[in-house]
T-cell receptor, first 109, second 113 residues
Framework: QKEVEQNSGPLSVPEGAIASLNCTYS??????FFWYRQYSGKSPELIMF????GDKEDGRFTAQLNKASQYVSLLIRDSQPSDSATYLC?????????FGSGTRLSIRP | SQTIHQWPATLVQPVGSPLSLECTVE??????LYWYRQAAGRGLQLLFY??????ISSEVPQNLSASRPQDRQFILSSKKLLLSDSGFYLC????????????FGPGTRLTVL
């Protein structure tokens, strides 16, 4: 079992709709969770981090954490073509951050 | 503000040749530093991390090595490259005290022929 699992996609969402990206993790003791966006050929950039159960909102982005289910999600409201990218889920384990393999998101006009 | 630099941006090397990739961080002290590799269409594989000068932890057995000669300098090396070493190499840093979110450099795209 992978430590951090994501559906590789591609996930296709119409412009203006809500994109929902999901991630599960195996280490129940994980404390910190991150979402990164990576455009093709570029390095990942941090979008959001979340530590506590529940929702955390930042602009059009909402991160959701459910530690009992070991589940993290990212919602993108009012999806734009510029949101088309690969989204990486990451989980902190001891001194390291473990990344999932990413979900490719495509926003169709 | 903090910035992280990597060079070179792209590199094409023959099999069996040596490698040296450099990463430097500005605007912070005592950062934790990381080297990742990303193969085409794949996730990030942690190669090495360092919590201080001369302190290197290796995550996977391989023909690569890392060194941290100065607080804000992290070097990835190989004596003899393999075809399987091709990929996108990313350096990242995090704040030492909290060691939470990581920030990535622009990356080096290495092609071994």
């Amino acid at each position: 079992q992978k430590e951090v699992e994501q559906n590789s996609g591609p996930l296709s969402v119409p412009e203006g709709a809500i994109a929902s990206l999901n991630c599960t993790y195996s280490d129940r003791g994980s404390q910190s969770f991150f979402w990164y966006r990576q455009y093709s050929g570029k390095s990942p950039e941090l979008i959001m981090f979340i530590y506590s159960n529940g929702d955390k909102e930042d602009g059009r982005f909402t991160a959701q954490l459910n530690k009992a289910s070991q589940y993290v999600s990212l919602l993108i409201r009012d999806s734009q073509p510029s949101d088309s990218a690969t989204y990486l889920c990451a989980v902190k384990k001891a001194s390291k951050i473990i990344f999932g393999s990413g979900t490719r998101l495509s926003i169709r006009p | 503000s903090q910035t992280i630099h990597q060079w070179p941006a792209t590199l094409v090397q023959p099999v069996g040749s040596p490698l040296s990739l450099e990463c430097t961080v500005e605007g912070t002290s005592n950062p934790n530093l990381y080297w990742y590799r990303q193969a085409a269409g794949r996730g990030l594989q942690l190669l090495f991390y360092s919590v201080g000068i001369g302190q290197i932890s290796s995550e996977v057995p391989q023909n690569l090595s890392a060194s941290r000669p100065q607080d804000r300098q992290f070097i990835l090396s190989s004596k003899k490259l393999l075809l399987s070493d091709s990929g996108f190499y990313l350096c990242a840093w995090s704040v030492e005290a909290t060691d939470n979110e990581q920030f990535f450099g622009p990356g080096t795209r290495l092609t071994v022929l």
